[in-house]
């Protein structure tokens, strides 16, 4: 059973940092695309970077490109998404899930997703 785990989010001012945790078992990384999701209150779960099975590559949602970094520890079996810049738009809950198939930023080809972590931009 793959299960991953979310942590890292705060309160945070405009214009600040923050990195996300997402800490995955259950799966080797070969077979699994590792997805980042935000949901804000009242809006629907949006993409926001993907890395593909093998790490080879990942993608950015418009929204976050050249602010989000998304990387992998794959001795620790965890994923980051490092996020610069922040602005007040990026407060909501954060997710991570995971795909068997292909990197993408349509949360409804995810089959695994963790709980969430908070994440509030504002001063």
């Known amino acids: 059973q793959v299960q991953l785990v979310e942590s890292g989010g705060d309160l945070v001012q405009p214009g600040g940092s923050l990195r996300l945790t997402c800490a995955v078992s259950g799966y080797t990384w070969d077979y699994y695309a590792i997805g980042w999701f935000r949901q804000a209150p009242g809006k629907e779960r949006e993409g926001l970077s993907c890395?593909?099975?093998?790490?080879?590559?990942?993608i950015f949602a418009n929204s976050v490109q050249g602010r989000f970094t998304i990387s992998r520890d794959v001795a620790k079996n965890t994923l980051y998404l490092q996020m610069n810049n922040l602005q007040p738009e990026d407060t909501g809950v954060y997710y991570c899930a995971a795909e068997k198939l292909q990197c993408s930023l349509s949360a409804s080809v995810y089959d695994y997703w963790g709980q969430g972590t908070q994440v509030t931009v504002s001063s």
């Open positions: 890395i593909t099975r093998r790490g080879a590559s990942t």
